[in-house]
């Protein structure tokens, strides 16, 4: 069953051997064109389109971790196939006087190797609680909405990668951005699908309720 929420909230710590507290991030108040926001049961999305796809997104953190949680939901409205690389995605945060700094995307493979070496020092020193890596997936799944209720491509581990999307198709899931608290005040990012960028800007993180 859909839910009226464009990603349901299945993230737990991956790495950690405690839990700590989810926050979402507010969008900020201005964004660019055509960026608009949309608001399911309290938790702020934002969408845009490039004149062929749709992309919905929402972004989320866990204190203890060290990484930004990117949500996406690229859906193909035209005619003809769509590329998305999340390579290309780019980020950058903002200090209080502004300064601009760019962030790490991290690639699904980047990001698997570096929860295998997290998993594999938790373990040696005896943690009760080490991660599983078969528990990537659903820790990584999203459940998008979409009007349509086109039911989108989402891999196995949740983490998305390159992919070519079919004609009124979707694709769905998530890109780990390394965070950098120098740069915490406000996020830009950019989203690339064909070669056209849409731009999305979130502001104050809010904890998340349970």
Avoid at 45 to 72: A, K, P, Q, W, Y
Avoid at 173 to 182: C, D, L, R, T, Y
Wanted: proline share 6%.
């Amino acid at each position: 069953m859909m839910k009226h929420t464009i990603f349901t909230l299945l993230i737990a710590v991956l790495l950690l051997p405690s839990c700590g507290q989810v926050y979402y991030y507010n969008p900020a108040d201005q964004q660019p064109e055509p960026t608009r926001l949309a608001n399911y049961h309290g938790v702020p999305n934002l969408t845009s389109h490039t004149g062929e796809c749709v992309i919905t997104t929402e972004m989320r953190t866990v204190n203890s971790d060290n990484f930004l949680d990117l949500g996406l939901f690229i859906h193909n409205q035209s005619d003809s196939t769509v590329h998305f690389d999340p390579k290309e995605v780019k980020a950058y945060g903002f200090d209080a006087n502004g300064k601009k700094g760019a962030l790490k995307i991290f690639t699904a493979t980047e990001y698997v190797e570096f929860a295998m070496v997290r998993e594999a020092f938790v373990q040696q020193l005896n943690f009760d609680s080490a991660i599983n890596l078969a528990g990537l997936a659903s820790n990584n799944q999203v459940v998008p909405v979409h009007p349509a209720s086109v039911a989108p491509y989402i891999s196995p581990d949740g983490l998305l990668r390159a992919h070519t999307i079919a004609p009124h198709q979707g694709v769905a899931g998530m890109i780990k951005i390394g965070k950098n608290n120098a740069f915490k005040h406000n996020y830009l990012i950019e989203v690339p699908v064909n070669g056209r960028y849409v731009k999305f800007v979130f502001g104050k993180r809010v904890k998340l309720l349970s």
